[in-house]
């Protein structure tokens, strides 16, 4: 059975840094995702990657403060967000897909977790 499992999330000041986790297991993907949805607004593509991290790419959002990363050892994907911002407030859910590919579209991931809460104050 596959298993998505967020952690990390919490409140922060603006500036401040988190740092998410996305523990797998059940299964390996080919292409993992984080994506976020704030309150009345639709779900928004965060950052992908290929399972073994060799092709990351990023979505608006993120450019130059988030950063993904992974431990294979662990079977953990990871989000570093540096230099957060009020509107970076939201639920972040990480996805994984058995296909390759830079997916940026929340229906092109089969498994999904159960999201981790982040609060930034202004």
């Known amino acids: 059975q596959v298993r998505l499992v967020e952690s990390g999330g919490g409140s922060v000041q603006a500036g401040g840094s988190l740092r998410l986790s996305c523990a797998a297991s059940g299964g390996t993907f080919s292409t993992m995702g984080w994506f976020r949805q704030a309150p009345g607004k639709e779900r928004e593509f965060v950052a992908g990657?290929?399972?073994?991290?060799?092709?990351?790419y990023y979505g608006d959002p993120a450019k130059g403060r988030f950063f993904y990363s992974r431990d294979n050892a662990k079977n953990t994907a990871y989000l570093q967000m540096n230099r957060l911002k009020p509107e970076d407030t939201a639920v972040y859910y990480c996805?994984?897909?058995?296909?390759?590919?830079?997916?940026?579209?929340?229906?092109?991931?089969?498994?999904w977790g159960q999201g981790t809460q982040v609060t930034v104050s202004s």
């Open positions: 996805a994984a897909t058995d296909y390759r590919g830079t997916f940026r579209r929340w229906s092109e991931f089969d498994y």
């Open positions: 990657s290929s399972w073994s991290g060799d092709a990351t």
